[in-house]
Nanobody, 121 residues
Framework: QVQLVESGGGLVQPGGSLRLSCAASGSFFSVYDMGWYRQAPGKQRELVVRISSGGDTNYVDSVKGRFTISRDNAKNTVFLQMNSLKPEDTAVYYC???????????????WGQGTQVTVSS
């Protein structure tokens, strides 16, 4: 099984920055896509950004130019640098990874526990 451990959330003022990290560990064969979802109060969970094992990225329009995702494949860790934060960025952020558990096994989705990001004066 795969475990994802997140860190870096907290309270920040508008215009501030936070850096989230998510490390995957456990018994798995390969890790493919990794990324971040977020869920704000009263809203559906949305995909913020994904990054492939080869480094290709996709961002939701609302964070383009402000957020940057990166990954360290050797450590199976993904990072999210969040700059110019806005109150509407307030949400619980969930890390995910797509991983296979064995050779020629199907890939499954695994989730972190979530970390709270609050942007407020």
């Amino acid at each position: 099984q795969v475990q994802l451990v997140e860190s870096g959330g907290g309270l920040v003022q508008p215009g501030g920055s936070l850096r989230l990290s998510c490390a995957a560990s456990g018994s798995f064969f390969s890790v493919y896509d990794m990324g971040w979802y977020r869920q704000a109060p009263g809203k559906q969970r949305e995909l913020v950004v994904r990054i492939s094992s080869g480094g290709d990225t996709n961002y939701v329009d609302s964070v383009k130019g402000r957020f940057t995702i990166s990954r360290d494949n050797a450590k199976n860790t993904v990072f999210l640098q969040m700059n110019s934060l806005k109150p509407e960025d307030t949400a619980v952020y969930y890390c995910y990874a797509v991983a296979s558990l064995g050779f020629r096994s199907s890939a499954n989705n695994f989730w972190g526990q979530g970390t709270q990001v609050t942007v407020s004066s």
